[in-house]
């Protein structure tokens, strides 16, 4: 299976941003400039989130993913506040390629299924944000932008998307967000093996190396990344060249 590499434009106020662990954020750039970076140099998808999601801000989000599907040619992700089908219609109609939900896929399940019978599976992607418990000794899901604890445990929730109807995941450790010390490989192989769709990893890549481990050790089918692109300490080539020396098939 080709391995894919995926940046991330977490997006506020029409602007890139970049925290850790979902919280300090800093200017990283505007996002369409950005996109035709990330396009020209090799990254297989491109995802935008809107981090703030705000009803107001609906209208700013359209515009950016408008103008961002115009300037790329690689599909194009897009996430945050997507309450209902009109929602998904609207940013797929703006270019997006695929509809990242995630808070209201927990509130509300049957948007999966709704969504996958409109647009097709493979238009549909849930993201998943984890955090260990230490009381529960496991990993749970979280919603609204990491701040509430749901009371899915994310293998189980996991499997409950695909069943659904989702057509990928996206798995986000929150406690590895930012921290750049590498993803969570546990709990990114645990939803792995219990799912038989494509799994992203997501949250704390900080070299070259933790793409890697992620592809071998467990087994996503992506990786994706925001601030080691955003601020150059690597290249989207230089991961592919890596990993690729190493063994693992990408693009």
């Known amino acids: 299976m080709v391995k894919k590499i995926i940046p991330c434009l977490d997006v506020k106020d029409g602007r890139v941003v970049k925290g850790i662990q979902f919280v300090e ?3 990283a750039g505007d996002p369409a ?3 035709v970076f990330y396009d020209q140099e090799g990254a297989d998808e491109l995802v935008i989130l809107d981090i703030s999601a705000t ?3 609906r209208e700013t989000m359209l515009d950016v993913v408008k103008k961002t599907a115009a300037s790329i040619s ?3 992700i897009v996430g945050g506040g997507i309450r209902t089908t009109e929602n998904m219609q609207q940013l797929l109609d703006a270019g997006a390629s695929k509809i990242s ?8 399940p049957s948007l999966i299924t709704e969504g996958a019978k409109l647009f097709g599976s493979n238009k549909i992607i849930v993201a998943i944000d984890v955090s260990w418990s230490e009381d529960d000794q496991d990993w749970f899901v979280y919603t609204h932008g990491g701040q509430q604890k749901s ?4 293998v189980d929730w996991a499997k409950e998307v695909e069943t659904l109807g989702a057509g990928e995941i996206l798995l986000t450790s929150m ?3 930012g921290k750049k010390e590498g993803y969570d490989i546990a709990i990114t192989k645990r939803v792995k093996d219990a799912i038989s769709i494509p ?3 997501s949250g704390g890549a900080g070299n070259v190396d933790h793409f890697l481990t992620a592809f071998t050790e467990a087994n996503a089918d992506a990786a994706l990344a925001a601030s080691i692109f955003h601020f150059k300490e690597t290249s989207i080539q230089k991961v592919k060249d890596y990993v690729r020396e190493r063994g693992v098939e990408v693009k």
């Open 151 to 154: 009371d899915w445990k994310a």
């Open 101 to 108: 939900i995630n808070s209201a896929a927990i509130s509300n």
């Open 199 to 201: 799994v992203t990893a």
């Open 175 to 177: 406690d590895c967000d």
């Open 74 to 76: 690689i599909p194009l």
């Open 25 to 27: 954020l800093k200017d």
């Open 33 to 35: 400039e950005l996109a």
């Open 55 to 57: 009803v107001e801000g």
